[in-house]
């Protein structure tokens, strides 16, 4: 009788919900290019959903109702199990072992999959990167692409002008990354909340727009081509080897490049997260008047934050550069930035394993769904809105040190 009471609940939301995706579906998948009207496609999608929809109703009433307790009480007891085995070998083990896996990843793939692996590295650099700011310091950035454009420009421009090589380039666009964070951190960062979301998406859409515009020196919304990209630079550092003369094949050192910057970015990001540095960003986190009366000086850890985020951006901004041979503004749009913040939310934020998650999870879910073709963005945004209603902080949430009086004493 439980489960039958459950039902009568949800029955009338349930209904809607699906009349509401009917309505949704239909414009489009029943209007064509031509002008003519079908429904039939949409009912068998629309039949598809419901389904689904209905398998995951009948495992909600039951769980609610108590009747998956069996099913339930063995499971739990094996993942408690397994999360204390899993934490006898040291963190590091675990480190080593997935890098050790990933070095081998381009031995048993093609360059598909190499270069969804390559997106998503880069991608994982620039969520480690607005971990700092958003998931350590708890400033919102929307106009954290900006930095990356810094970055892919420094090298773009020093390696077409000058011939200067992607090694050496690298910590240069880097540190201007972090200079211009720094120009745009300094008045922006004195404002809190909505107020410094949206500074930051103003100051983020000027930096795009004076690339897209300084004709001269950017050539402008036709970009700048023909980059170098990086090689094996032995035993002349200046020049290195051609890529004809490499034993490695060209996507292969590529991927090997945006490991290697991931696997900095993590450690770095790890050791500033367990830093003196990172509790002071973690008290501004919690409550920033505290921590100022605690004293700390907000204004300066928050301007930190501003910079390292900024600073590893520029890192993945340059191997971006080079990987793609050429950089114009529409690669750094307002949406990347949204992207990148997506992936952060939905990994967990400050949490670095989260986080490679999160990235790992918006670039590949994309390509799993891709022959659906109209579907798999659907699919894509239906995913994103359960894991915000069943998991909202965050796919491998941050475990804080320590735990707060009300938790105690709840």
């Avoid at 949704?24 to 031509?34: A, E, M, N, R, V």
């Avoid at 909505?194 to 998406?201: F, H, M």
């Avoid at 770095?268 to 700390?296: P, Q, Y």
């Avoid at 990148?340 to 994309?366: D, E, F, N, T, W």
Wanted: charged share 15%.
């Amino acid at each position: 009788m439980s489960m039958i009471h459950e039902f009568k609940k949800v029955w009338k939301p349930y209904t809607l919900g699906l009349l509401w995706v009917l309505g949704l579906l239909w414009p489009l998948l029943g209007i064509h290019p031509d002008g003519t009207l079908s429904f039939e496609r949409t009912l068998i999608v629309w039949l598809y959903l419901l389904v689904v929809s209905f398998v995951c109703l009948i495992l909600y009433l039951m769980n609610k109702s108590g009747h998956l307790e069996l099913m339930k009480n063995p499971l739990s007891a094996a993942w408690s199990k397994g999360a204390v085995a899993a934490k006898v070998p040291p963190v590091w083990g675990w480190f080593l072992v997935g890098l050790m896996l990933a070095m081998l990843f381009p031995l048993f793939t093609g360059r598909y999959h190499q270069d969804v692996a390559i997106n998503v590295l880069i991608y994982v650099c620039l969520g480690l990167g607005l971990n700092v700011v958003v998931g350590l310091a708890g400033m919102l950035d929307l106009g954290y692409i900006a930095f990356y454009g810094v970055g892919a420009y420094t090298y773009a421009l020093f390696n077409i002008h000058y011939g200067i090589p992607f090694w050496v380039c690298l910590p240069v666009s880097g540190a201007l990354a972090l200079v211009v964070a720094c120009i745009v951190g300094y008045p922006t960062l004195r404002m809190r909340g909505d107020y410094l979301a949206i500074v930051t998406l103003g100051f983020g859409e000027i930096i795009r727009i004076i690339l897209n515009n300084w004709m001269t020196l950017t050539n402008g919304p036709n970009g700048i081509m023909g980059i170098n990209r990086p090689g094996i630079f032995f035993p002349s550092f200046a020049d290195g080897f051609s890529w004809e003369h490499l034993w490695l094949k060209k996507l292969w050192l590529l991927y090997y490049v945006a490991l290697g910057l991931a696997v900095v970015t993590i450690l770095c990001v790890h050791r500033l997260n367990f830093s003196r540095v990172g509790r002071a960003w973690e008290s501004i986190r919690e409550d920033e008047t505290a921590a100022e009366l605690m004293g700390v000086n907000t204004f300066i850890y928050k301007l930190l934050a501003y910079a390292m985020g900024g600073m590893f951006a520029g890192f993945a901004g340059a191997f971006f550069a080079a990987r793609m041979k050429f950089v114009s503004p529409e690669s750094f749009t307002f949406l990347e930035s949204a992207m990148v913040l997506c992936m952060v939310v939905l990994g967990g934020m400050g949490s670095i394993p989260g986080i490679i998650l999160g990235a790992a999870a918006l670039i590949v879910l994309p390509e799993l769904f891709r022959e659906f073709e109209l579907y798999r963005m659907l699919a894509f945004g239906s995913v994103m809105v359960l894991m915000m209603l069943f998991r909202p902080e965050g796919l491998l949430p941050a475990k804080r040190l320590g735990t707060r009086s009300e938790e105690r004493e709840g």
